[in-house]
């Protein structure tokens, strides 16, 4: 018999993923890999997707106090979408030089940047009941399985009473229904079967879900999740 394939996750190597987000531009075109054009429908397919969450709950808070951009990239969605919606966003952003960007950024609301923590995600330890949303965005690719979840965990602990965790991320159309491995920048495209299957490990329900539209076709589906902590 011939030895099993490694999962795809188990295939993620941290420095090489930096190694190569080192290469690229620390521009908008750069972030999006080569599609700077689906940045405004992207920042407007998230500002809707948070009107209905917050339209939704009745406990929503008039503003949004704090906020965090994790994978924050240069900036591009805590300037052109979550400065509108919170008071302070921290970012979270394990790329030096991208980090170093989100300074010249200019914010589009009245929000402003609070904390900056150049690291990975798999090392952020965020402060407990700080967060009332804490936006994941083309980012949790990077971690492992097992990494993801106790990110997530942490993550949980950080949120405020009434808070949020929103996942926009890219979804798997491996035919047999598998994650997929890229090995061009080391990181993992999941389906929504294991999406679900890792918040529920990580103690999480899912309160809204949907897809974002507008996108090329030659693009992965993308999609939201609104998740909030699964007291019993």
């Not at 290469?23 to 809707?48: E, F, H, K, W």
């Not at 949004?64 to 952003?93: P, W």
Request: glycine content about 8%.
């Amino acid at each position: 018999m011939g030895d099993t394939a490694p999962s795809p996750d188990a295939q993620i190597d941290h420095a090489a993923a930096l190694t190569y987000w080192n290469t690229i531009s620390p521009n908008v075109s750069g972030m999006l890999g080569g599609y700077p054009q689906i940045s405004r429908i992207d920042l407007q397919g998230s500002a809707n997707f948070l009107a209905k969450l917050r339209r939704q709950f009745s406990d929503t808070p008039a503003v949004l106090r704090r906020g965090a951009d994790c994978g924050a990239g240069i900036g591009r969605v805590t300037a052109g979408f979550l400065c509108k919606v919170c008071e302070v966003v921290d970012l979270v952003e394990p790329v030096e030089k991208f980090a170093n960007e989100t300074t010249k950024a200019k914010m589009s609301g009245k929000g402003k940047v609070g904390d900056m923590y150049v690291t990975g995600l798999e090392d952020w330890k965020p402060r407990t009941a700080t967060y009332d949303l804490v936006w994941n965005q083309w980012c949790l690719g990077h971690l492992t399985d097992q990494q993801l979840v106790e990110y997530l965990k942490r993550c949980k602990d950080a949120l405020s009473q009434s808070g949020w965790i929103v996942v926009k991320e890219n979804m798997s159309t491996d035919t047999g229904g598998e994650d997929i491995f890229d090995e061009v920048d080391s990181s993992v495209t999941r389906t929504d079967t294991k999406f679900q299957e890792l918040y529920q490990q990580a103690g999480l329900k899912i309160i809204k879900t949907e897809l974002q539209t507008g996108f090329p076709k030659d693009l992965y589906p993308v999609r939201f999740y609104a998740l909030r902590p699964n007291n019993p």
